[in-house]
């Protein structure tokens, strides 16, 4: 197996667990009112286009770090594989997190799980760059300047995801904003001006 | 990263999105008379074959485009994963509008959110050519001469879909059959009798 | 854009299909007597079987077509595209045959639309043969003289799709033995002995 | 066709057979208690976790198969369509196990039929180890010692999957421990401190 292998199942998952996104906005049945309907429905809208910015901007944070790997050994292979799993899973709590975002208590429950859920896949994030870290044998030669960087900047991910989930006890709305905002701060963190593909 | 891995996420989004589509065509339950049942169900099948053929069509376009492109910045990036982003909603509309499109009043609206959701993938595809425009660093080299032709052409989509949306208030089959037509233009337009891919 | 990257949204589009056909499987809700619900729905069991097994082979007799193209021009690209629509739509005539395949009229209107919706498949493949018999100079040289034999074989899906339509008018279930017989003609008829892939 | 198409249709199913688990995790629907009803639906968790890392486990393993395969002659190709035939109903049993897991006599017909169609899977990839024994023409050179404990080790597969259905009509939650310690009996029996990929 090459490397080039386990990318091309984790392009495969990112790109279906970020379309699957789509089977969870409502289509409402026998409406009379189809705009007032379809307005109703806005944290399903909003729950989709903050989980796809996630996926996507963790896609781009899998290339960037695949790209200091020259070998994988199995330890890295499961750190993989298990955050395919959380990624995998997104299209749950971002369902649950759109139905009942308005309510009261179970729009706090639902919100502390969609925390929780994309916190365990962040974790797993920076427990991959540790790894790395410890494994220094794994990486690409001229790359290894670059993992204590990522790692710190991958905390980032765990600590925010932890604080919106304890937020959401408080109001699952401000936590929802929170999960907006690291999506946004994955997004413009990175360096700009320079090719991030050739 | 390499603009190859875009492409693969890119390809990924756009096979699962145009995919997807056949879960939103209805099993008529319990029918006494299926041919009756499933004949009513002719906007599912129409508005199919339209979703499709438009997700194929701005897969080439999107091909087309990428053959441009030497190296992404992260501006280009995040055009390429806004477009996927409205790619991968495109089954949302697509069962809105067959759900609605004989219905006077509520089949106004999901033809207009069916024409505002692809004019929002149009117009991000506009944009992404206009940024090549503005970036032409970015091209492969001797591809500078294609840029305008293909911004100008790209417009259609946009002026058109909006075009759609404004029709779908008077009548949404109306507007329906612009969408249809949308497709076959950009289907017929492109340039024949010579290789597409080699 | 390379003859690659067709083959590369073609896959996905097969890979997808073929995985839909999952979701149209029941889960009995509430089932006191588990065993005897699950034997219930053996039509469906039945369509996955032969469903999954007919967009196998046509992905097979895909890549032995594509094997045959150096270069793709427009009217071959966009049928690869149509025998692709029909492709994704498959998971829904097996869902509508296995919903009805018991019943008396409903089951024929049934197994009629499964013959006419993989029929049209069949015949887009059919036609891509044609086509390249009409326009040589898009084959690999050294291929010109298989084309002959694969588009006479490719006939057999057509006719064999149609007559199980007309013999679902008299048994769905009959048809539905047609329809597996075809996948086990062209699994069988493949030559053997020889290397299908390097 | 080249092994490496092979391999992308099976990538692609892997990946999309892995990630449709996700639709069968269940949303609670007008829910005055989420936390409760969250974990009511805990079966399902615990199936998706085993679900996805057997899917993993299984494309490991199918990557260790195909990197001594030189080429493929139509059994072999027949044999990893088969596979992947049974790797895309994978979410069907574990979505029924999740629904019976806890009742008494259905709960140990849903676990029969896991365990039976997960053994079926398993027993076409000790078939495939078999036949690349009776066929070594098809081997990398230099692989053939590798086949006789490849062999052997798959066979562990459909015993363990054959004994957790007869354990299922005992005990549901028994034979569920027993589907789970498969799946970790394969992850943690690789070679360790090994490249894995390169």
Redesign the interface.
């Known amino acids: 197996?090459?490397?080039n292998?386990?990318?091309?199942?984790a392009?495969?998952?990112?790109?279906?667990?970020?379309?699957?996104?789509?089977?969870e906005?409502p289509?409402p049945?026998d409406?009379?009112?189809?705009?007032k309907d379809?307005a109703h429905d806005w944290p399903s809208y909003a729950a989709?286009?903050v989980s796809?910015?996630t996926i996507?901007i963790v896609?781009?944070n899998h290339?960037?770090l695949m790209?200091c790997v020259?070998?994988?050994?199995?330890?890295l292979?499961?750190l993989v594989?298990l955050l395919?799993?959380f990624v995998?899973?997104?299209?749950?709590p971002t369902?649950?997190l759109a139905?009942?975002l308005r309510e009261g208590?179970?729009g706090s429950?639902?919100a502390v799980?969609y925390g929780l859920v994309l916190g365990a896949m962040a974790t797993t994030f920076t427990a991959t760059w540790w790894y790395l870290k410890r494994h220094p044998q794994?990486l690409e030669p001229g790359t290894e300047e670059r993992v204590p960087t990522a790692l710190r900047r991958s905390l980032v991910g765990p600590l925010v995801y932890l604080a919106g989930a304890l937020i959401a006890l408080i109001s699952p709305i401000l936590a929802f904003v929170v999960f907006a905002l690291i999506a946004v701060f994955f997004?413009v963190s990175?360096?700009?001006?320079?090719?991030?593909?050739?």
Chains 1, 2, 3, 4 share one sequence.
């Open positions: 197996m090459t490397t292998r386990i990318q091309a199942l392009d495969g998952i990112f790109a279906i667990a970020a379309t699957l996104l789509v089977l906005l289509i049945s409406s009379t009112d189809l705009l379809l989709y286009v796809f910015m996507a896609w781009v290339h960037s790209d020259a070998r994988a050994d199995r330890g292979l499961e594989l395919l799993l995998a899973i997104v299209p749950w369902a649950l139905e009942y208590t179970q429950t639902a799980v794994l997004a990175g360096r700009r001006g320079r090719p991030v593909a050739t």
